[in-house]
T-cell receptor
Framework: DQQVKQNSPSLSVQEGRISILNCDYTNSMFDYFLWYKKYPAEGPTFLISISSIKDKNEDGRFTVFLNKSAKHLSLHIVPSQPGDSAVYFCAASALKNSGGSNYKLTFGKGTLLTVNP | DVKVTQSSRYLVKRTGEKVFLECVQDMDHENMFWYRQDPGLGLRLIYFSYDVKMKEKGDIPEGYSVSREKKERFSLILESASTNQTSMYLC?????????????FGAGTRLSVL
């Protein structure tokens, strides 16, 4: 059962416009959410994260929004640039879970973002 | 900067061979992980380790084993490689409890089993 879902396998936007990548989760124990970016033939790199006690976190062109009641988060990239073209993974962790696996991340399947010049 | 180094970028092996994938991190992280990435399936956790000589199965451990003799090194072993193990393998490390368990990844090893 997928606990973290990225329902859009791909997204295409024009340079300069906003990119919105979505992620849904089912496990209410998740209390931290992360976004990773991955170029082909490279490892994922950490982009931005948000704690469940916040509803927004911003870092330059990247903003993550969290809606806990809807179990939904989104990553906004404004303005989008061709260099942003990559696969974006949403991930979640349950830091306060004392079950012993609180250091694991659960990843979605990723969304391929293409930013066209 | 955290550095996670995977020993090979590309490997080609024969069916039935024993394959070793090596990973080294230089930030004294307790946790280390092995994933494989396949198109349409995302990142799937094979094994992880939260301390030297400690290991736990992830979501898809069948056909794999691991070794962690030193804190900085985590090895993934394919006991008898099969064609369905052709994949991109990614190693990661993290400090427990920091900023949501941020994991730092190596560049990956593209393994082809013929």
């Amino acid at each position: 059962d997928q606990q973290v879902k990225q329902n859009s396998p791909s997204l295409s936007v024009q340079e300069g416009r906003i990119s919105i990548l979505n992620c849904d989760y089912t496990n209410s124990m998740f209390d931290y959410f992360l976004w990773y970016k991955k170029y082909p033939a490279e490892g994922p790199t950490f982009l931005i994260s948000i704690s469940s006690i916040k509803d927004k976190n911003e870092d330059g062109r990247f903003t993550v929004f969290l809606n806990k009641s809807a179990k939904h988060l989104s990553l906004h990239i404004v303005p989008s640039q061709p260099g942003d073209s990559a696969v974006y993974f949403c991930a979640a962790s349950a830091l306060k879970n004392s079950g012993g696996s609180n250091y694991k991340l659960t990843f979605g399947k990723g969304t391929l973002l293409t930013v066209n010049p | 900067d955290v550095k996670v180094t995977q020993s090979s970028r590309y490997l080609v092996k024969r069916t039935g061979e024993k394959v070793f994938l090596e990973c080294v991190q230089d930030m004294d992280h307790e946790n280390m992980f092995w994933y494989r990435q396949d198109p349409g399936l995302g990142l799937r956790l094979i094994y992880f380790s939260y301390d030297v000589k400690m290991k736990e199965k992830g979501d898809i451990p069948e056909g794999y084993s691991v070794s962690r003799e030193k804190k900085e090194r985590f090895s993934l072993i394919l006991e008898s490689a099969s064609t369905n193990q052709t994949s991109m393998y990614l190693c990661a490390s993290s400090l427990p409890g920091t900023s949501g368990n941020i994991q730092y990844f190596g560049a990956g090893t593209r393994l082809s089993v013929l």
